[in-house]
C-alpha cells in the first residue's frame, strides 16, 4: 500500500496513524455533550483528522494500548518514532474517559464523586 506522502506503509501503520491522529470526542447523551471524554464504545478513536495524518512526524508502532486492569495486569510496550528533522519533547499521561459500566440506575450521564472519579 502507498498513502500520498508517506510512501510505502503497511496496514498496521495506516491502523496506527488513523488512530494516534484521531481528535476523540466527549460523551454525549443523544441530547447534551459533556465535558469529559466518551467511551471507546461510543466514539470508537474519534474523528478522522486527514490533515494531521498526512503531516504527522510522530509514529508509533501500536494503534491501541490494553492494560487489562484486572489482578492480571499486563504490561505495555510503545516505541514513539520521531520521522520529522527537528528533536520533539514528548509527555505520556492519561485522559480518562466514560466507560460502558459506569451508568447509574435509570440515567444516561456518568456520575463523579467528590474525589472526582466517576462511579457507578
Known amino acids: 500500500m502507498e498513502a ?3 510512501g510505502k506503509v503497511t496496514p ?7 488512530s494516534t491522529t484521531a481528535n476523540p470526542n466527549v460523551f454525549h447523551d443523544g441530547v447534551t455533550a459533556s465535558p469529559f471524554l466518551g467511551s471507546i464504545a461510543q466514539r470508537g478513536r474519534g474523528l478522522i483528522d486527514a ?3 498526512m503531516h504527522t512526524t510522530t509514529k508509533f508502532n501500536v ?17 514513539i518514532n520521531n520521522t520529522g528533522s527537528l528533536p520533539r519533547v514528548y509527555t505520556v499521561g492519561h485522559v480518562g474517559a ?5 451508568l447509574p440506575k435509570n440515567s444516561s450521564i ?4 467528590n474525589l472526582g472519579d466517576f462511579v457507578a
Do not use: C, D
Not at 63 to 79: G, L, R, V
Open 51 to 53: 490533515y494531521k495524518l
Open 63 to 79: 494503534s491501541t494500548i490494553s492494560f487489562n486492569n484486572t489482578e492480571h495486569i499486563a504490561p505495555a510496550y510503545i516505541q
Open 12 to 18: 498496521a501503520e495506516i491502523k496506527s496513524l488513523l
Open 98 to 102: 466514560a466507560t460502558v459500566y459506569t
Open 110 to 113: 456518568p456520575q463523579r464523586n
Open 4 to 6: 500520498r506522502g508517506k
